[in-house]
């Protein structure tokens, strides 16, 4: 199976054409958050999910948990996926599936021990897939992505085993590390900002050296 890959952190259509370009599958637009990188206005996800190809995956990262704020941030916005990177209040999946319908439902749980196992178990039915990340959600100013900060893989090969949903990766991704990723989680798809940026911004020549390593990856696997 080859596995998907997922850029985040697009800062603009250009970003999003490069990334295209260099074979994503997914492209990360992240709304207003407590912490981390590349947060950017409504408009601008608006837009640039309005100028994807057909077929192309368009997560926004909310940070929002209550089911009003959810879906109004995903019908704002207009894209097809929505990336919740906190716990979510009772409800808010069913108001998704409702309000929204035709969104796919992706939940980040952040891998910092073994409760992680449980907390998948908790969503399966409700998500269409869950992305493991390397956030603090219970740090003072929480931390919900974009750390670039790895995670104890060994953790997210067991619940990679363990669901029926298909799992992303990030958390510290780059070159010189996606495939020890690959083969030691087999995820569905792997996600990354930081590690194919350079001061900030899309570089073609780290994403598509990535691309390639996912590749060679898939093959040897």
């Not at 100028?51 to 916005?77: E, K, Q, W």
């Not at 796919?104 to 073994?114: A, P, S, W």
Request: a neutral charge; glycine letters at 12%.
């Amino acid at each position: 199976m080859r596995t998907r890959l997922k850029v985040c952190c697009i800062a603009s259509p250009e970003e999003a054409a490069l990334a295209v370009a260099c074979g994503a599958d997914a492209l990360g637009l992240v709304g207003e958050m407590p912490s981390g990188p590349g947060v950017i206005g409504d408009d601008l996800i608006a837009e640039i999910a309005r100028r994807a190809p057909a077929g192309l995956a368009t997560f926004l990262l909310t940070s929002r948990t209550d089911p009003d704020g959810v879906v109004s941030h995903v019908r704002s916005t207009g894209v097809n996926t929505v990336q919740l990177v906190d716990e979510v209040e009772k409800g808010t999946y069913a108001a998704i599936r409702r309000d929204a319908p035709g969104v796919k439902i992706v939940q980040v749980l952040h891998v910092q021990d073994d409760d992680v196992l449980a907390q998948a178990r908790r969503i399966e039915g409700e998500v269409d897939a869950v992305l493991l990340d390397s956030g603090r959600p219970g740090a003072v100013i929480k931390e919900l992505g974009g750390t670039g900060r790895t995670h104890d893989w060994n953790l997210s090969a067991r619940l990679v085993a363990s669901t029926k949903r298909p799992v992303f990766l990030a958390g510290g991704i780059r070159p010189a590390n996606v495939a020890e990723a690959i083969g030691m989680v087999r995820p569905f798809g792997i996600d990354l900002c930081s590690g194919v940026r350079t001061d900030g911004r899309l570089d073609e020549v780290k994403l598509r050296e990535l691309a390639g390593a996912m590749r060679r990856a898939d093959i040897g696997a």
